[in-house]
């Protein structure tokens, strides 16, 4: 019933998407002029004063006095025995894998060997982000008034960006001589095979060939060395899901050229990222060049959310899933961080929270509260709290910047990962090759960062153009039919990503 609904929901999606594409069209045609003299005019207008109508736009700070916590031995030492029965296990699991990896993580050998059972390719049972988003307000506003006049909230929100910066996600895909940036084929230090498409059966490769162009931003040249150097002495830290660490070992990749370098330094330990007993992968990475004294890391939190074991002496423990503190580790290195890149989102979905055997928290109790028990208000709440919780830190830490990821679209057709859904299309940019709507798609993510300091890393349109993207039925073992339309191929869309975060910092 779940599936046939979600089904519904991505039919809806499907021609929502449809209708958006014409209406892009329509308004590149129409709409361009009178919307250029509008905003001219706008800008003429407003350009030399400050009027309070602006200054409104600007954000005011809060601050909360958070209390940073613990010594790196708790993290272990928080380690319950382990061994527990996955009830799950009919349910294959993302291969990167094990949303249960916490710093606490008695579940994460038997994931593993769940997941070690499936193939590669297998999809994590995900939430319903697609349909969110395609019932999103956001997205039903944007298609629906992307139209005929501008309305005031549009030329203020163009003369903001002006003010204030630039949009990076709107603007269009263009090809590009010099992309990719590295060789799916050459990366293989930091590249997981199961992403690198180069490996697999795929024969079309036009897709790497793009680059991301906002409308109105000075896009720099993203340059090895350059990139080194503006984070000389500074640390990368991505946290979150998988796609979190797609992003981490795309710009591994980026940062080597995709060339084999040997004096890169696995500096994990000093982060308490190592190995557990049993464990097929620790809880994440983190590599130093030591030329610029560059640190880039990854760290797997698929909720945010601190876990906190509900008994320590049971291996089989429920985890209090505190909505309303950030993972231990990002609240706890946080000091040692230059730059950090949150993400959440596709785990936030029932099957995956029983199987984990989260139990959310607020204020140190259960929820009681039966409407924000609901996953997506839940979901809201954490990513309000997590993002309202890294802005208290900024002016603790000058220098610290912080980034809230939007959402990683999906692109399943006709079904799910688990009912046969797919994305076969090889065309790149069949929908269209712009973004000209001004908000995020993620309206959650957008929300989360307005009034903070927290910028948004907002990803979600510009990668929604980009079903082509993914690992699809492509596997370098035998395939299982499942669909991979979650996870991109590298060199690939998250490479955009951090070109866009390399613009922002
Ligand atoms: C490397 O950078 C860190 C800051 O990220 C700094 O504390 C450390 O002293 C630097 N090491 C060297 C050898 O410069
Ligand atoms: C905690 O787990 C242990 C081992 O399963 C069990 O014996 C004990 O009763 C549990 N404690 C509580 C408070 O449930
Ligand atoms: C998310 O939470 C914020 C803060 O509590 C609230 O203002 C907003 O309306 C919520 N959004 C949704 C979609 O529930």
New binding site residues.
């Given amino acids: 019933m779940i599936f046939s609904f979600q089904k519904g929901i991505g039919k809806a999606f499907h021609s929502k998407k449809m209708k958006g594409a014409c209406l892009n069209k329509l308004r590149g045609v129409k709409f361009s002029i009178s919307l250029i003299a509008l905003i001219c005019t706008t800008l003429l207008i407003w350009a030399w004063e400050s009027t309070p109508l602006l200054t409104n736009f600007l954000p005011p700070s809060e601050h909360f006095d958070v209390h940073l916590g613990m010594p790196s031995a708790v993290i272990h030492s928080e380690i319950p025995p382990n061994h527990v029965d996955f009830k799950d296990r009919q349910q294959p699991t993302e291969d990167d894998s094990a949303e249960a990896r916490t710093p606490v993580g008695p579940i994460i050998q038997v994931m593993h060997q769940v997941s070690e059972n499936v193939d590669a390719n297998t999809m994590p049972d995900l939430v319903d982000e697609k349909a969110r988003l395609g019932t999103s307000p956001s997205i039903a506003t944007l298609s629906g008034s992307s139209g005929v006049v501008p309305d005031d909230d549009k030329v203020s929100d163009t003369a903001t960006n002006k003010k204030r910066g630039c949009n990076y996600g709107k603007g269009k895909w263009i090809v590009d001589k010099k992309r990719p940036l590295y060789s799916g084929f050459g990366c293989k230090q930091w590249l997981s095979e199961m992403w690198a498409c180069r490996l697999t059966q795929r024969t079309d490769f036009s897709y790497e060939t793009f680059r991301w162009q906002p409308e109105n931003c000075e896009m720099p040249e993203f340059r090895e060395s350059a990139f080194l150097s503006r984070m000389r002495h500074k640390t990368l830290a991505f946290i979150g899901d998988s796609l979190g660490r797609q992003q981490f070992q795309s710009m591994m990749c980026m940062i080597t050229g995709g060339r084999e370098t040997s004096d890169v330094e696995n500096v994990g330990g000093t982060y308490g990222l190592i190995k557990a007993h049993g464990a097929v992968r620790p809880d994440g990475w983190a590599y130093r060049f030591p030329r610029t004294n560059t640190t880039i890391l990854y760290y797997w939190s698929a909720s945010l959310c601190e876990l906190e074991p509900?008994?320590?002496?049971?291996?089989?423990?429920h985890y209090a899933m505190h909505l309303d503190r950030p993972a231990f580790f990002l609240k706890h290195f946080l000091p040692q961080f230059d730059v950090v890149v949150l993400n959440t989102g596709h785990h936030w979905n029932r099957g995956k929270i029983i199987a984990n055997r989260w139990e959310m928290y607020v204020g140190g109790k259960p929820i009681a509260n039966r409407k924000l028990a609901q996953i997506a208000n839940a979901k809201n709440f954490t990513v309000y709290s997590v993002v309202k919780w890294l802005d208290s830190q900024l002016p603790l830490h000058p220098g610290l910047k912080g980034f809230y990821r939007s959402i990683s679209p999906r692109h399943f057709v006709n079904g799910d990962w688990n009912t046969g859904g797919s994305c076969d299309n090889s065309t790149p940019l069949a929908d269209g090759s712009e973004v000209t709507q001004d908000h995020s798609s993620d309206s959650v993510a957008e929300g989360a960062v307005m009034g903070t300091n927290v910028k948004l890393l907002d990803i979600t349109a510009l990668s929604e153009l980009r079903d082509e993207c993914h690992i699809s039925k492509y596997s370098i073992k035998a395939s299982t039919g499942v669909h991979d339309c979650l996870h991109w191929c590298l060199p690939g869309v998250p490479d955009a990503w951090n070109e866009l975060l390399y613009a922002q910092i």
Avoid: E, G, M
Avoid at 310 to 317: F, V, Y
């Fill in positions: 509900l008994n320590r002496s049971d291996p089989a423990t």
